[in-house]
């Protein structure tokens, strides 16, 4: 029996990854990339939405994917700080979304043979989506990293930012390790190699450097968050707060 | 026609609400309908794109048909394996999907995503076959951006037309 928390930790993942990349939405460079970010988010949060009711179902406490989303404080949050992060430029979204997505990626193929038949079903299809993203955010590293001066000093900048959070992705962690003993889930550690030789063959194809440094914040996974986060989360829950239970 | 079937026809009949002019059936949403022992008819739908907005529009749809053609009660069941594929597109679909101006998805064009570690890396820009134009027919189009004014289009230009159009993606 799959423990509630491991799908519910996912979607925290997919749901904040969600709420920061909609941010773009009016603010992209160019008008094909705004449609390009919002609908990433909209798959990000279609998957974040089936994997919160998963955990309701999971749970049993008659908590529904909304309950999940907009009622829990920050310390209940299990996503990793990586996607909370905020994004001071359109090249910090591209590398966020490099880094995450395939970590999603890999994530979501494995999960498709996992012990858990809804997990299961849901991996197989996240991976489609999850490869397009890799695929979009491959493209814009490779153009503005072997772009102009500005692009790829930008570019660079983006992932030296980023990298030190991308540890926290595939950190050692007692539900992983439960999950994956029992074959529910996936230990993220089995998936660094992969993704740390596509990554980095993308990073040097676009001419940028793949850093090196051994900080390596954390902390997400047991609830405790950027001071980013906060805000991110009051935006999110406003309105379900102000007016419980709203539809439309 | 006994009732199941006149419910059954109606379901089948209700509309994509992003792009009217084919059905959920012709997208292959639609899975099945049956009717359950209590008498509620049951249908089974599969999401194309997870975060689809249309989903609650079409489960509405479903509601409205089949209470309209005499349903006594309705449940609508999401399944999400096996996953939706744009092979499950009727050729008939994508007949009317051209007719649109809808570029419609190539029968399993590209096949499944090699896993990232196995993928190259494109020393130019990519450039694949790209569809025809649903207007001239003529093969020469180039991609404008990868995605479209829905989830599951992408925008291209046809070079001869000069004029933009919408494809549907292939998602297999």
Request: hydrophobic share 45%; net charge negative.
């Amino acid at each position: 029996m799959t423990d509630h928390r491991y799908p519910l930790r996912l979607g925290d993942d997919a749901l904040i990854a969600a709420q920061r990349l909609s941010w773009w939405c009016t603010r992209a460079p160019q008008l094909e990339e705004d449609v390009a970010l919002a609908n990433v988010a909209l798959d990000l949060l279609g998957q974040a939405r089936a994997l919160l009711a998963h955990a309701g179902d999971l749970e049993g406490a008659g908590r529904t994917e909304d309950d999940l989303a907009f009622l829990r404080g920050d310390r209940e949050f299990g996503n990793a700080q990586l996607v909370e992060l905020p994004e001071a430029d359109f090249a910090h979204a591209v590398a966020k979304l490099l880094f995450f997505g395939t970590y999603q990626e890999l994530l979501h193929t494995a999960l498709a043979s996992c012990a858990d038949p809804v997990l299961a079903a849901l991996g197989g299809k996240f991976a489609k989506e999850s490869a397009y993203h890799v695929d979009h955010a491959t493209q814009w590293t490779l153009r503005l990293g072997d772009g102009t001066s500005e692009s790829r000093r930008r570019m660079q900048d983006a992932v030296d930012a980023l990298w030190p959070y991308t540890h926290e992705l595939f950190a050692e962690d007692p539900l992983w390790t439960a999950a994956a003993a029992d074959g529910t889930g996936v230990d993220p550690a089995a998936l660094l190699p992969d993704w740390t030789r596509y990554v980095t063959a993308v990073l040097a194809r676009a001419t940028l450097v793949r850093p090196e440094g051994d900080w390596r914040p954390g902390g997400g996974r047991r609830g405790l968050h950027t001071e980013a986060f906060g805000p991110l989360l009051a935006e999110m829950q406003a309105l379900h707060r102000a007016h419980p239970g709203a539809r439309w | 026609m006994s009732a199941a079937e006149r419910i059954a026809a109606a379901v089948r009949a209700v509309p994509d609400p992003e792009i009217g002019t084919v059905t959920i059936d012709d997208l292959g949403i639609l899975r099945a309908v049956r009717t359950a022992a209590d008498g509620a008819t049951v249908v089974t739908i599969t999401p194309t794109y997870t975060g689809c907005p249309a989903m609650d529009a079409i489960r509405a749809g479903i509601r409205t048909a089949a209470l309209g053609a005499g349903a006594t009660a309705v449940r609508v069941d999401t399944r999400w394996s096996p996953a939706w594929t744009t092979d499950w597109i009727t050729p008939a679909a994508a007949a009317k999907l051209t007719a649109a101006g809808i570029a419609p998805p190539r029968p399993g064009a590209g096949g499944p995503a090699l896993p990232p570690e196995r993928r190259l890396l494109p020393l130019t820009p990519v450039r694949r076959p790209g569809p025809a134009c649903p207007r001239c027919g003529s093969p020469d189009t180039a991609l404008l951006a990868r995605f479209g004014s829905t989830a599951c289009k992408s925008l291209w230009r046809c070079a001869p037309c000069d004029e933009p159009f919408d494809h549907f993606k292939e998602h297999v």
